[in-house]
């Protein structure tokens, strides 16, 4: 089992949280607003949390979390608990990935009405 491990860090904006901490994820759109991601530990088969940081003074809208496994053509079986917590900063809890392999995760952001997507590949042992 892989383990992927970033520490939770007390930041005051987004801007700093994007400069000081996560992992960039991949946007599909060129000159899209960073986004970035904190995990904590991610174990097979055990619920994990995700910090997303949205690294603009765009007033972001809405975002959605969900994950697939390409070689298997299926998604999560549950459904993540997204918690806006200010300032362009969202906490995403009970994702689950229930098999080994590679995952990617997947988030929407809503930024003036128009959705973006962002990819994270994560892989499982």
């Known amino acids: 089992m892989i383990r ?3 520490w939770f860090l007390i930041f005051s904006g987004t801007a700093m949280a994007c400069e000081s901490n996560g992992q960039r994820m991949v946007e599909e759109t060129q000159n899209a ?4 991601l904190v995990v904590d530990e991610i174990l097979l088969a055990q619920p994990f949390s995700v910090l997303v ?3 603009n003074e765009i007033t972001v809208g809405d975002i959605r979390v969900d994950a697939i496994m390409p070689a298997h053509q299926h ?3 549950y459904v ?3 918690t806006a917590l200010g300032d362009g900063v969202f906490r995403v809890d009970q994702i689950l ?9 997947q988030i929407d952001v809503e930024f003036r009405g128009e959705s973006l997507s962002y990819t994270s590949e994560i892989e499982l042992k």
């Open 80 to 82: 993540p608990e997204v």
């Open 75 to 77: 998604g999560l079986n």
């Open 33 to 36: 607003p960073e986004v970035h």
């Open 97 to 105: 990935f229930h098999m080994p392999g590679l995952w990617q995760l």
């Open 4 to 6: 992927w491990f970033f």
């Open 53 to 55: 940081s949205i690294c």
